[in-house]
Nanobody
Framework: QVQLVESGGGSVQAGGSLRLTCKASEHPQYCMGWFRQAPGKEREGVAAMYLGGGSENYVDSVKGRFTISRDSADNTLYLQMNNLKPEDTGMYYC???????????????????WGQGTQVTVSS
């Protein structure tokens, strides 16, 4: 399985921005994305991208604020997070799947490779 290393988490005030980075150990992957888990809550898919065609999915709560992107030459995935809210607080995980069986893209079972996570804390 591909190794994934996240970075870019931190603490910001509401309205601030962060950019998460995920470096993959190899290419290609068919789908890559980001999940998050807040304390006491279930893990949820935040954003994902089908690398074959570039289609993107976002959970409704982040649409218009978060943008997923990638640098294929560098095997790197990004999540630009703007206008952060306290409810965005949580551990963010990078995910990747190297087969075509990665749909729907915001479901945990679609991914075999998971990073260790990076913490995002948004204060009000």
């Amino acid at each position: 399985q591909v190794q994934l290393v996240e970075s870019g988490g931190g603490s910001v005030q509401a309205g601030g921005s962060l950019r998460l980075t995920c470096k993959a150990s190899e290419h290609p992957q068919y789908c890559m994305g980001w999940f998050r888990q807040a304390p006491g809550k279930e893990r949820e898919g935040v954003a994902a991208m089908y690398l074959g065609g570039g289609s993107e999915n976002y959970v409704d709560s982040v649409k218009g604020r978060f943008t997923i992107s990638r640098d294929s030459a560098d095997n790197t995935l990004y999540l630009q997070m703007n206008n952060l809210k306290p409810e965005d607080t949580g551990m963010y995980y990078c995910v990747a799947e190297s087969t075509l069986f990665c749909f729907p893209m915001l479901v945990e079972s679609a991914y075999k490779s998971w990073g260790q996570g990076t913490q995002v804390t948004v204060s009000s």
